[in-house]
């Protein structure tokens, strides 16, 4: 059984399996997975849907990427995607395509990280399609999430000067993936040389296994606290703050000594010689959050470990500025990860 291809067991009996692994937490599902398709209540809140892949080779690297971490992966992506709407995530669809490789066991260790992330952000599996495919793998995601009416927050919406505020910290994940090449290609070189990942743990799971910030979009209903404009750190900060400005038709200045950067992803940009700026605006995948609000909010989120104020909102026709240590002004330039680009992608 433990050896059974998905073939073998078919996709009914993948499903009959899986089920029973995650009954619907949520009251408004009234027919979740195992039918033709779900079916919710509706609540009478603005509905927000969002869906994200992962791909073998382009977003994942098996080498080193245990499966339950990929599956955990592909929930936070797309509930980070929810909250940068400022929604509460609810639902979640998961489809696959699978290459014979993939036996039982390995799609199994995949349903776990996916179940333990759902279970994390609190929301359910209510369906998806399960496929054999030639080769790879390649997952995709749908988080449906709910906000009440006004609370929606797009891109758009940033005003002159207001504050540009990110979470947490930036640069962590290109980091991770920067160690996890190094020592993939230190073990293809010579196989009796184990990674070594001890030191860096932080940065290996920001890589890995990020987490979506659905503690902030908590902490704005509680504060009171409404952003003009957010979106998630996927493709790094400068992409995202050029996606930001341009959306709300207005200018920013950013200032290099006010990116938050954890105290391991200093130290091991260090030790391979990469400046923290680059990592830090052009490296992708923190999946924090980014965002403007009114300057009178500054009190409410002043004291929160969580969130640094990075900058400011300025006019359309002031551009977008990044104000170096030195005292040096430039321009904010487009160049980050991007996924159909050779930029970060994983060497195969
Ligand atoms: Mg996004």
Same mark, same amino acid.
């Given at each position: 059984?433990?050896?059974?291809?998905?073939?073998?067991?078919?996709?009914?009996?993948?499903?009959?399996?899986?089920?029973?692994?995650?009954?619907?937490?949520?009251?408004?599902?009234?027919?979740?997975?195992?039918?033709?398709?779900?079916?919710?209540?509706?609540?009478?809140?603005?509905?927000?849907?969002?869906?994200?892949?992962?791909?073998?080779?382009?977003?994942?690297?098996?080498?080193?990427?245990?499966?339950?971490?990929?599956?955990?992966?592909?929930?936070?992506?797309?509930?980070?995607?929810?909250?940068?709407?400022?929604?509460?995530?609810?639902?979640?669809?998961?489809?696959?395509?699978?290459?014979?490789?993939?036996?039982?066991?390995?799609?199994?260790?995949?349903?776990? /990280?996916?179940?333990?992330?759902?279970?994390?952000?609190?929301?359910?599996?209510?369906?998806?399609?399960?496929?054999?495919?030639?080769?790879?793998?390649?997952?995709?995601?749908?988080?449906?999430?709910?906000?009440?009416?006004?609370?929606?927050?797009?891109?758009?919406?940033?005003?002159?000067?207001?504050?540009?505020?990110?979470?947490?910290?930036?640069?962590?994940?290109?980091?991770?993936?920067?160690?996890?090449?190094?020592?993939?290609?230190?073990?293809?070189?010579?196989?009796?040389?184990?990674?070594?990942?001890?030191?860096?743990?932080?940065?290996?799971?920001?890589?890995?296994?990020?987490?979506?910030?659905?503690?902030?979009?908590?902490?704005?209903?509680?504060?009171?606290?409404?952003?003009?404009?957010?979106?998630?750190?996927?493709?790094?900060?400068?992409?995202?703050?050029?996606?930001?400005?341009?959306?709300?038709?207005?200018?920013?200045?950013?200032?290099?000594?006010?990116?938050?950067?954890?105290?391991?992803?200093?130290?091991?940009?260090?030790?391979?010689?990469?400046?923290?700026?680059?990592?830090?605006?052009?490296?992708?995948?923190?999946?924090?959050?980014?965002?403007?609000?009114?300057?009178?909010?500054?009190?409410?989120?002043?004291?929160?470990?969580?969130?640094?104020?990075?900058?400011?909102?300025?006019?359309?026709?002031?551009?977008?500025?990044?104000?170096?240590?030195?005292?040096?002004?430039?321009?904010?330039?487009?160049? /980050?990860?991007?996924?159909?680009?050779?930029?970060?992608?994983?060497?195969?």
């Amino acid at each position: 059984m433990s050896s059974e291809t998905l073939k073998e067991l078919g996709e009914f009996g993948f499903i009959q399996k899986i089920r029973h692994a995650a009954p619907p937490l949520l009251e408004d599902v009234l027919v979740g997975i195992g039918d033709d398709a779900a079916a919710l209540k509706n609540t009478g809140l603005v509905t927000v849907v969002t869906t994200d892949m992962l791909v073998e080779g382009v977003h994942f690297d098996i080498r080193y990427a245990p499966l339950q971490m990929v599956g955990y992966k592909l929930v936070s992506v797309n509930v980070s995607d929810c909250c940068a709407m400022n929604a509460q995530p609810a639902h979640f669809l998961v489809s696959l395509a699978a290459s014979s490789k993939y036996e039982l066991p390995a799609l199994n260790a995949l349903y776990e /990280g996916i179940y333990k992330a759902c279970a994390r952000y609190k929301i359910d599996v209510i369906g998806g399609d399960t496929n054999t495919a030639v080769s790879g793998l390649t997952l995709s995601g749908t988080c449906i999430g709910y906000a009440s009416a006004g609370k929606i927050v797009t891109r758009g919406g940033a005003q002159v000067h207001d504050l540009l505020c990110v979470t947490g910290n930036l640069g962590g994940a290109y980091a991770g993936l920067t160690l996890l090449e190094r020592e993939k290609r230190i073990f293809l070189e010579n196989s009796n040389i184990q990674p070594d990942l001890s030191r860096y743990p932080y940065i290996v799971e920001r890589q890995l296994k990020p987490e979506a910030r659905v503690d902030i979009v908590a902490f704005f209903e509680k504060a009171r606290i409404q952003p003009t404009a957010m979106l998630d750190i996927s493709d790094g900060l400068a992409n995202e703050v050029l996606h930001l400005c341009k959306s709300s038709r207005k200018g920013c200045v950013i200032f290099e000594n006010r990116l938050p950067l954890h105290e391991e992803t200093a130290a091991f940009l260090e030790e391979v010689r990469i400046a923290p700026l680059i990592a830090q605006l052009n490296g992708g995948e923190d999946y924090e959050l980014l965002f403007s609000v009114p300057p009178q909010d500054y009190d409410k989120i002043k004291d929160d470990p969580r969130i640094t104020v990075i900058g400011y909102i300025t006019e359309e026709g002031a551009g977008c500025k990044l104000h170096l240590k030195s005292g040096e002004e430039i321009d904010l330039e487009m160049k /980050g990860y991007n996924a159909f680009s050779e930029n970060f992608m994983p060497i195969i």
